[in-house]
DNA sequence: TATCATAATGCAACTCAGTTGCAAAAATAA
DNA sequence: TTATTTTTGCAACTGAGTTGCATTATGATA
C-alpha cells in the first residue's frame, strides 16, 4: 500500500483506499461505496487533490479519480471511447515516448495529462 | 485561409472563420461575438467537431475550440493555469517527443490530448 | 412567382456535475 | 467535563450544456 496515505482524515483515507483497490472512480461511485452525501465525496476528494494523492482525468461529462502513486500507479495516458464513455488506463509512455517538458520555461509545470480518444474493442465489435 | 471551411453553413462557418482569426474561445466568446442564442453556438460547435474541423480542449469548468488545420494549426499540447484559468496554446511536440500511439493495439484512435497544468508567467510574478 | 418541404434558429425549460451556506454532529483540545 | 475546531448532511444554488417546440429562413419544385 502506498505511503502517501498515511496521515490522511477518515473519509480522505476511504476514498483514497477505494481508489487504490479499485482503480479509477468517479465522484458517484464513491459516494455510493461510501454511503456519504456527496458534497462530502467532492470536498475530499478537492482536499486529497491539493495534497497530491490523487489525480483527476477529465471528461466531457463527469471527472474520474485515481490514485496517484509514483511506484504503485505511475502517471500514464487514459482512453476515452467516445461510444461507451468508458475510461481506459494505458501502460505509461515508454522513456522514449516521454514528452520532453523542460521547453516549457514559461510556466511552472506541476500535472500532465494525456487523453485519447475513439472507439474501444468492445465497441468495435458491436457495431 | 484553411481548405476545410469551404463548403460549410453559414454559422459554422463563421464559428470557423472566428477561431481562425482569435485562435482559442469557449462558446461564451463565441455567443457574444455571434450574437445569436448559446443553443445555436452549442449546435453548431458539435456538427463542426463531428466533420472534424474544430478541435475542443476541456478543462474543469468549461470547453475551449480551436479551429483543426494541420497547415495552420497542428495539434499541439495546451497549458492550463490553475491560478488564472487561462489556456495557453503551447507549441506543437518535436517529432522525438511525439507520442507513439502503435502500440495501442486494443484502440480505434481519433484524437489526442495533451493538457498540462501549473501556474503561468504573470501569475508567478502576482503572487 | 407562389407553394411546399426541410433545415436552422430563438426561446424557455430542463439536466446534471459540482459548489456553498448553514446548522447539526463528531472529533479534538483544554 | 466543557469549550473549540473540524467534518458532515442537507438543501438550495450555480453554470455549462441539452432539448422540445414553435417560428423563421432557406431551397426546391412547379
Ligand atoms: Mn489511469
Ligand atoms: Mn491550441
Ligand atoms: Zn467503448
Ligand atoms: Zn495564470
Redesign the interface.
Known sequence: MCEKLKNLKKTEYKIALLLSENGILNANDLQNMLNVDKATVYRNLKSLLKKKIIREI???EKSFYEIDCNIHNPIH?H?E??KCKKI?C??P??A??????S??T????????????????EC?KQF
Open positions: 477529465l471528461t466531457d495516458p482512453f471511447c467516445v481506459y494505458l501502460k509512455l515508454s522514449q515516448d516521454t514528452i520532453n517538458l521547453h516549457y514559461d510556466f511552472e509545470i506541476s500535472s500532465i495529462e494525456i487523453i485519447i480518444k475513439g472507439i474501444c474493442n468495435k
